[in-house]
């Protein structure tokens, strides 16, 4: 965790210190007038006696309101507009700087926000109505949006096909991208080294489910898919470099689609948070972002909302160099403010972040809005609190608290292995939590019971569904070399449309885990049963056709066709045939001039002695 940043507060004294004897010091009054015009009797515990406004001619609105978080700050820049020493100790004689709070002082407990979400939080479905794996995810790949992606994959297709390329090609149906969708999802479960080796049928490590599904060059062809209509890319490229180019055109009709999903069939419980994830990709675009933190260092950057009770994604967006974000705050800020909306989730929600994010404006204005935030923060941010008085440093004992609060906001430091900066609107400073931590007593160590800030134990019980969310992507998650950006966000949006599908299944029936969940999605999407067909007892070694023959005798003459193994690995020839043995489950070549059938078999029983 990012360490304590340092706030100050200040006060003035009596009214009599204040009065100006001389017009030196009235000087200092000028320059100062915003200390005590920010200085509130009735909220600050150090000084009872009632302030003098200062008596130059200054009036309240030619002046900004200061946060007693940067007083410190504005008392140095008041210092050096003044270089005598004697001046300097007079100003130092009428302003106090208010020290850190300890444990041991009582913070107020901060305003309740009443929770008034817009609809019942949780499943936006009925619970009488039988939900499916497949039926789940279709909420969020919706045929509607998978015809509109074999429109424009069939439109790719055509256009290459125009320009000269030379590949097979046939327009891809809404049935045929599912099923491909799900052998997507089956290589995220069964992984293998490269694409290839799933239609491999030569040795031990061989698998025959994809082949059954579909070949693989149909495949390695269907994986061009397309979000975006080719001429609408068009237009959109014709507009590069200028404000009207959209860097996220080609995911945006999917990106939609999920998104609108996402916030429709499920309403979040109280407590949110806000994230940051990378998609890994090496690809040189404008959206591709490089982190030093994270263990993904090079990909695109997902901003998403999510729920802490279970990880469910209530939103997201994808980070641009040129996002137009309402606000026009910085990115931290309006990243956030671009996931929470009021009219969309209601009020009184709790939202936690980590210190990319919290800041004092932030927090400030989420609570106008009727949101309470809570985060840990970077100490050298604009506007945190960095006074010294009091504060904890490197020989502080474990569990020490230090804490000063500003109207809602409150910032806590608290020393646990080091230093943990947190702030809050919605939690007081100290309300007698406690925690369990190792320490070395005497060369030995030894369990001790320490304080905890309250702000510290919610963030930890809460972040943690970070990590949660963070597996339930992963543990299935498809990560295929591409040679297109959008086809890598296309995969993480089938993460985020199956995962979601699970966590809405685990709400309204519960009886599923993750890996069940999948392999029934798998099996329904490719049209075929979960179970195994049953092994054929007869081993006997005779010729079968590959495939189940039909009245159509043209189709028979070339359907199921496939390289003699024979052939292959014997002869270094690739000829296809549409005959296998039954026991050993390869293709082998039965003709009058070409029997390698019984030559491959001669070999087989000859090892086999």
């Not at 980590?354 to 989420?366: E, I, Q, R, V």
């Not at 195994?532 to 590959?546: L, M």
């Not at 003699?564 to 690739?574: A, E, L, Q």
Request: aromatic share 10%; proline share 5%.
């Amino acid at each position: 965790m990012p360490r304590c940043a340092r706030e100050t507060q200040t006060s003035l004294d009596s009214e009599e210190e204040l009065s100006p004897s001389s017009e030196e010091e009235g000087e200092y009054d000028d320059e100062c007038l915003h200390f005590e015009e920010r200085f509130d009797p009735a909220e600050d515990t150090i000084s009872d006696e009632k302030v003098v406004p200062s008596r130059a001619p200054h009036t309240r609105t030619t002046h900004k309101p200061t946060s007693v978080f940067n007083a410190v700050e504005n008392l140095n820049e008041c210092e050096d507009h003044d270089k005598t020493p004697s001046k300097r100790k007079k100003y130092h004689s009428k302003v106090k700087i208010v020290s850190w709070k300890a444990e041991t002082d009582v913070d107020k407990d901060p305003q309740t926000l009443r929770f008034l979400p817009t609809r019942e939080p949780g499943p936006q479905l009925s619970d009488a109505d039988s939900h499916s794996p497949m039926s789940l995810f279709k909420l969020f790949f919706t045929e509607s949006a998978v015809e509109n992606l074999c429109h424009n994959t069939n439109a790719q297709a055509a256009r290459a096909i125009a320009k000269g390329r030379k590949y097979k090609w046939t327009d891809i149906s809404v049935d045929e991208l599912y099923s491909y969708i799900g052998l997507i999802f089956y290589m995220a479960a069964v992984k293998m080294s490269s694409i290839a080796d799933y239609w491999r049928q030569d040795t031990i490590f061989s698998v025959p489910f994809p082949a059954t599904v579909m070949s693989r060059d149909r495949y390695r062809t269907i994986s061009n898919v397309h979000m975006s209509h080719p001429d609408a890319d068009k237009e959109n490229d014709k507009k590069r470099g200028t404000a009207e180019y959209d860097h996220v055109f080609r995911i945006k009709p999917l990106m939609d689609t999920i998104r609108l999903a996402c916030k429709a069939f499920y309403h979040p419980r109280r407590n949110l948070i806000v994230n940051e994830r990378l998609v890994a990709c090496r690809a040189n675009t404008e959206v591709t972002r490089h982190s030093k933190t994270k263990m993904t260092k090079l990909g695109f950057k997902f901003f998403d909302l999510s729920d802490s009770s279970n990880g469910y994604i209530v939103d997201f967006s994808v980070y641009t160099s040129n996002n137009s974000f309402p606000a026009g705050r910085g990115l931290s800020y309006d990243a956030v403010m671009s996931l929470l909306d009021r009219k969309v989730l209601g009020s009184g929600y709790h939202v936690y972040m980590d210190d990319f994010y919290t800041s004092p404006k932030l927090f400030t204005d989420l609570f106008a809005l009727k949101f309470g935030a809570c985060g840990i923060y970077r100490d050298h941010r604009k506007d945190f609190p960095k006074t010294a008085a009091n504060s904890l440093s490197s020989d502080s004992t474990m569990g020490s608290i230090r804490w000063i609060r500003d109207g809602p906001l409150v910032c806590v430091k608290w020393m646990d292995t080091q230093v943990v900066s947190v702030c809050s609107t919605i939690h007081a400073a100290y309300t007698g939590d406690r925690v369990k931590r190792k320490a070395k007593v005497q060369d030995r160590w030894k369990t001790k019971i320490l304080p905890c800030p309250a702000p510290v134990s919610a963030y930890n019980h809460h972040m943690g569904s970070v990590d949660l969310s963070n597996q339930l992507l992963q543990f299935y998650t498809i990560q295929h070399k591409a040679m297109k950006w959008y086809r890598k966000v296309f995969l993480h949006f089938l993460d985020i449309a199956s995962t979601n599908a699970f966590l809405l299944h685990k709400e309204l029936i519960g009886n599923m885990t993750r890996k069940e969940f999948m392999e029934e999605l798998i099996a329904e999407l490719c049209g075929v049963s979960k179970k195994a067909e049953p092994k054929q007892s007869n081993t006997e070694h005779v010729p079968i056709p590959g495939a189940e023959l039909t009245s159509d005798l043209i189709r028979n003459a070339t359907v199921g066709r496939r390289n003699c193994i024979h052939c292959k690995t014997v002869h270094g020839k690739r000829l296809q045939t549409p005959w296998k043995c039954q026991a050993c489950d390869v293709y082998l070549c039965l003709q009058l001039k070409r029997n390698c059938f019984q030559e491959w078999h001669k070999g087989v029983f000859k090892s086999g002695s």
